[in-house]
């Protein structure tokens, strides 16, 4: 090949790539931009106080919502009972997050929101402008009753106007909301009730669709979100809320003889520990929220967690250290 032919390749041979990367650009600022449709169910809030504690009993207890939602803690402080204005921020590799404000303030909050549009929201992850959310809330398996109960408390709280920041998401969030990222929605046929038995069936639900133990109790792929271990079987670590320099490792929750760090207890002593509350000042597990579960929500939990099949793996039981990386220097 002569040198004036080589010298007309070279213009191709450096823009191809160009090109790719222009076109890789392009159609991930138009998936950024899709919409995403996604059914309204028909739920609405009821003024019933009853139905208004359970909400409030859900949301303040096993759902844990005021972990997120809560205003930022000054000093000691949970956030337990704080209103749930949002503000607190999460450092993630995609960027950083901020809890939304959800009360029912019509400027800063959900006021604007109707009753299904919320519904959908916490069920499909798909807001009123048919954006899509991050898969933070794993609500979509919650029933009727439940998810019409957590409706009917938010509306029944005091609004609270508070802007809280956009999301800061980075070229890498980018990318993988356009391409990895869409609704879910329920994984098991929706029921309208859940019959509140300390039994496994209850127990399980708590576990999975309420309070997200399995998020934190299995071993997660990190890329994805999908869960790559035994259900339960301890092992994903779980970086400390209040303490960025602490990692702690959740232990197995299932029965096996070695490495369950429930292998023998009774449902008396699962009770007894729930409400000691928290050991580890640290610790990313909301046990204030999770103090506050009934015996028979902790009776149904124990009898799931027992009901799982034995799986090694986790934190060593024998050693009874949660924290995998000490302080750093």
Known sequence: MNTVKKRRLWPWILGAPAALVLCLVGATTLRNLRTFDAPYPDLHASKDPAVIERGRYLVRGPAHCGECHG????????????????????????????????????????????????????????????????????????????????????????????????????????????????????????????????????????????????????????????????????????????????????????PDARWGWLAGWTAETFIARFRAGRVHPDSPMPWEAYARLDDNDLAALFAYLKSLPAAPGGPDPRVREVMTMAQKE
């Open 71 to 254: 205003k930022e803690p000054t000093g000691e402080q949970r956030r337990l009972d704080e209103p749930l204005s949002g503000g607190l921020h999460f450092d993630l590799p995609v960027g950083t997050f901020y809890a939304r404000n959800i009360t029912p303030d019509p400027e800063t909050g959900i006021g604007k929101f109707t009753d299904p549009e919320l519904a959908r929201v916490l069920r499909y992850g798909v807001k009123p402008d048919g954006d899509v959310l991050l898969p933070f809330m794993p609500f979509a398996n919650l029933s009727d009753e439940d998810l019409r109960a957590i409706i009917s408390y938010l509306r029944a709280l005091e609004p609270v106007r508070k802007r809280v920041p956009e999301h800061d998401i980075n070229l890498l969030g980018y990318f993988a909301k356009a391409w990895f990222i869409a609704p879910k929605g329920p994984t098991q046929a929706l029921q309208k009730t859940i019959p509140r038995t300390p039994t496994a069936e209850y127990g399980a639900y708590l576990a999975r669709d309420v309070g997200n133990c399995i998020a934190c109790h299995t071993k997660i792929d990190m890329r994805t979100g999908a869960l790559v271990g035994a259900p339960f079987a301890g092992g994903g670590e779980t970086p400390s809320h209040s303490n960025p320099n602490i990692t702690f490792l959740p232990p197995n929750l299932t």
